[in-house]
């Protein structure tokens, strides 16, 4: 299983019957808003780190490893529910 390239699980609108579209469209909206918070809190750990705010709330190996964490997930999201423009740049190249 983890040999084999991620493929988005969230159904594109148009490659949808038109009864599922409504649907479908709900479901690409609350990905694209997951994938929002997860890069807010990568982006907070970024501002932690920059300002030097992170030792007050954590140890060096818990602030690293809560830090990768959220580069993890914001990566995830990105894969499991990219832009349109993202969409549209992966389409150009594959043609």
Not at 3 to 13: K, Q
Not at 22 to 35: E, N
Not at 54 to 59: C, D, G, H, L, V
Not at 67 to 84: E, F, H, L, N
Request: hydrophobic share 45%; net charge positive; proline share 6%.
């Amino acid at each position: 299983m983890g040999d084999r390239p991620f493929r988005c699980p969230v159904s594109r609108a148009d490659a949808m019957p038109e009864r599922m579209q409504p649907a479908t469209i709900k479901l690409q909206q609350v990905a694209q808003r997951w994938r929002m918070l997860a890069e807010r809190r990568r982006d907070h750990f970024f501002w932690l780190y920059e300002s030097g705010r992170w030792n007050r709330y954590y140890s060096d190996h818990a602030f690293l490893d809560a830090m990768r964490q959220a580069i993890a997930a914001a990566d995830r999201w990105a894969a499991i529910a990219p832009t349109p423009e993202e969409l549209a740049e992966a389409a150009k190249v594959a043609a």
